[in-house]
């Protein structure tokens, strides 16, 4: 299996910094079709899981633009930009390469 | 409006069985690949299993393998996951999931609990 390690565990941020979180695979994710195969999630306490990017750089729909992602085969990173207080939450990697899909262990963000 | 609602959980006890639904709305039910998501309580997420837009094909997460089955009935808009065999360590909150680009989760339920303790 694919093994998705995230960093840090917990991010403090002041309103309207910005905030960077990294996730590495265990094997490359980039497919030979070109795309990079990694998504992006956010769990805002109590709720469910919303989708925030998929194939590294790629916006869900109604995802504001302060939030994007970046990367190479097996690092990758969730950048916000001027971070709300409606951003805080967990964080979560995954990949959609191949079976089994797995996810990271969650980035917590925290505001000052 | 996208909407997915779970339903089915509860407190069962290990050995045992439990189907849970997950009803679909806002979209075309039969053109998506659907998953099941579980995350236990405090925890992150791990994906359970897919199936195809007919059902002819389905994938399983190795952890639940043999164990647990997905089905889907496209006239009544709604996604199955047949629990049999439960162990403790499958106490969870179960997501149903719709498949979006590049193998992600674009649309998410809000979950049923699903509790085994003796």
């Known amino acids: 299996d694919i093994v998705m390690t995230q960093a840090p565990l917990s991010v403090s941020v002041t309103p309207g910094e910005s905030a960077s979180i990294s996730c590495r695979s265990s094997k490359s994710l980039l497919h030979s079709n070109g795309n990079t195969y990694v998504n992006w999630y956010l769990q805002k306490p109590g709720k469910s899981p919303q989708f925030l990017i998929y194939r590294m750089s790629n916006l869900a729909s109604g995802v504001p633009d302060r939030f994007s992602g970046s990367g190479s085969e097996t690092d990758f990173t969730l950048k916000i930009s001027k971070v709300e207080t409606e951003d805080v939450g967990v964080y979560y990697c995954g990949h959609g390469l191949e079976y089994p899909y797995t996810f990271g262990a969650g980035t917590k963000l925290e505001l000052k | 409006e996208v909407k997915l609602v779970e339903s089915g959980g509860g407190l069962l006890k290990p050995g045992g069985s439990l189907k849970l639904s997950c009803v679909a709305s806002?979209?075309?039910?039969?053109?998506?690949?659907m998953h099941w998501v579980r995350q236990a309580p405090g925890k992150g997420l791990e994906w359970i299993g897919e199936?195809?837009?007919?059902?002819?094909?389905?994938n399983y997460a190795p952890s639940i393998k043999d164990r647990f089955t997905i089905s889907r009935d496209n006239a009544k808009n709604t996604l199955y996951l047949q629990m049999s065999s439960v162990r403790s360590e499958d106490t969870a909150t179960y997501f149903c999931?719709?498949?979006?680009?590049?193998?992600?989760?674009?649309?998410w339920g809000q979950g049923t609990l699903v509790t085994v303790s003796s």
């Open positions: 999931t719709t498949e979006g680009e590049g193998g992600s989760f674009a649309y």
């Open positions: 806002g979209f075309t039910f039969s053109n998506y690949w």
């Open positions: 199936i195809e837009y007919d059902g002819t094909e389905t």
